[in-house]
């Protein structure tokens, strides 16, 4: 299995570092992961490292799909409290 990076990764080099297999590389539009090197960090990283360091919510999935880092996990900012902030602009 192997985590994947999306479309809303922004090529910030951070993961390409910390990637203990060198499965991660760069491509004209966002990094991508080898899933034949992807080890998913196991026996060597308690944590997956590029999802650790990546600063974009959503920009790398979980081998079961799901986001690493979903939205509100490093902003703080959940979905809901950016609704209801725009309820209240709008509501100016
Ligand atoms: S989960 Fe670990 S082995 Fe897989 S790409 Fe990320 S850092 Fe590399
Ligand atoms: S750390 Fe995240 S945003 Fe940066 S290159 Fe890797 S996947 Fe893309």
């Known amino acids: 299995?192997?985590?994947?990076?999306?479309?809303?990764?922004?090529?910030?080099?951070?993961?390409?570092d910390v990637c203990p297999s060198e499965a991660i590389?760069?491509?004209p539009t966002q990094f991508l992961i080898d899933a034949s090197k992807c080890t998913e960090c196991d026996g060597v990283f308690s944590e997956q490292q590029c999802a650790s360091i990546c600063p974009v919510e959503g920009a790398i999935l979980l081998a079961d799909g799901s986001?690493?880092?979903?939205?509100?996990?490093?902003?703080?900012?959940?979905?809901?409290?950016?609704?209801e902030a725009?309820?209240?602009i709008q509501a100016r």
Not at 4 to 14: F, H, K, L
Not at 67 to 80: H, K, M, W
């Open 25 to 27: 590389s760069s491509a």
């Open 1 to 16: 299995m192997a985590l994947n990076i999306v479309e809303s990764c922004v090529s910030c080099w951070a993961c390409f």
């Open 67 to 83: 986001e690493a880092n979903p939205p509100g996990s490093l902003t703080g900012i959940t979905p809901q409290c950016m609704l």
């Open 86 to 88: 725009m309820c209240e």
